[in-house]
């Protein structure tokens, strides 16, 4: 596994920071995000709410805040979130409270979101860290997406058609990181080396949500 450094003491005094990654289904970002919060870092992982039943393995409050539709519609509807949209005929919603607190508290905020939501966070936050995950192709993607055994056929042909349109856009994000298969370890350090290296930019201003 790569070395990751430790950080200085210019990034930790730096203005927090709002990280927000994202990339096509499949990709790999819940399993760097599993690697990311292993690391000494004065991180704060934003937990995602979602209507979509839990999978095998996933943890309610960590994973996701998994909600039942007339709650989520509940604080939809009370602008409870940053950002919210439906997809694959599922509510997924990023809590406004979820962001705020961890800023406030001095911390970076790492946010996962889909292709969609990002460009909604953009407009709010728009000095914030924009990293987009790629495959290492197409191939991949399609194989990491069929082994998770999770959609049926429609849906997996539909994430497929909506990934390869999503990746056409990784152009408009600040940073690429390329997950290859069995090379999480390089895409999990890529990342801590960018939000390092952002730290250290001089100029940079505290976020703001417009």
Not at 88 to 97: N, T
Not at 123 to 129: E, I, N, Q
Not at 142 to 171: I, N
Request: hydrophobic share 40%; net charge negative.
């Amino acid at each position: 596994m790569p070395e990751i450094p430790s950080q200085t003491q210019s990034e930790n005094d730096a203005p927090p920071l709002l990280v927000v990654l994202s990339g096509p289904s499949g990709v790999g970002k819940d399993a760097a995000l599993t690697e990311l919060r292993k690391l000494d870092r004065p991180w704060h992982f934003v937990v995602t709410a979602t209507t979509r039943p839990i999978r095998a393995g996933e943890r309610d409050g960590i994973d996701y805040i998994f909600l039942d539709e007339p709650t989520f519609l509940r604080m939809k509807d009370q602008d409870e979130f940053v950002e919210c949209a439906q997809v694959y005929g599922r509510w997924y919603g990023v809590p406004r409270s979820q962001v705020t607190s961890g800023l406030e508290a001095g911390k970076d905020v790492l946010l996962k979101i889909d292709v969609q939501g990002a460009a909604t966070v953009r407009k709010m936050a728009p000095d914030a860290l924009f990293i987009f995950m790629l495959p290492g192709s197409f191939d991949e993607l399609q194989d990491r997406l069929s082994q998770r055994m999770t959609e049926s056929a429609p849906e997996m042909e539909l994430r497929l058609k909506t990934a390869s349109e999503e990746m056409k856009q990784a152009g408009l994000f600040d940073h690429q990181v390329v997950n290859r298969k069995d090379n999480l370890e390089q895409a999990v350090a890529d990342i801590d080396a960018t939000i390092a290296a952002e730290k250290r930019r001089p100029g940079r201003v505290p976020i703001r949500f417009l």
